[in-house]
């Protein structure tokens, strides 16, 4: 077992050759940055995958399932979610025009790690729509003051 010296955080070395890591929430934002949620999905991908070499992963595996299923459709999303507060501000500046730019991006970016915070996870076209308005929204600046050449402004975004 390792511990971090703050006791802010520990990894367990099992020998079933796995880890486990476990700690406060700026911890597991550190270590585990692509959210808790896809870890554990993953691990469980990566247990099923070695199941005839590894049968000790699965009850590991099954032990720490994700806390959130993954969303691949519109209709499946948490209405209460963050991810449909991102689709929610999407709908508003692209179809009802009723959201600045700047409102649109300021939101989205709050909504943005809200919804990993969560363990909300997407996938497919729906996962792919909201990697596209994000790698989007890197090339904006909501501060004109900020701006570069190149970047987007109001217009373009």
Not at 74 to 86: E, H, M, N, S
């Amino acid at each position: 077992m390792l511990r971090t010296p703050d006791a802010q955080g520990a990894v367990l070395f099992s020998e079933g050759g796995c880890a486990l890591i476990a700690g406060t929430t700026a911890f597991m934002a550190s270590a585990v940055s692509e959210g808790t949620d896809t870890a554990r999905a993953r691990f469980g991908h990566y247990a099923r995958t070695l199941l005839e070499r590894h049968p000790s992963l699965a009850p590991v595996a099954a032990s720490h399932p994700p806390g959130h299923r993954v969303w691949s459709r519109l209709g499946d999303v948490d209405p209460a979610g963050a991810t449909a507060q991102q689709l929610a501000l999407l709908e508003v500046f692209t179809e009802v025009g009723t959201c600045s730019a700047p409102d649109f991006a300021h939101g989205w970016w709050e909504a943005r790690p809200a919804s990993q915070a969560n363990g909300e996870r997407v996938r497919g076209a729906l996962g792919d729509l909201l990697d596209e308005v994000f790698m989007i929204l890197e090339e904006y600046s909501v501060d004109p003051d900020l701006t570069e050449s190149g970047d987007l402004g109001d217009a373009g975004l």
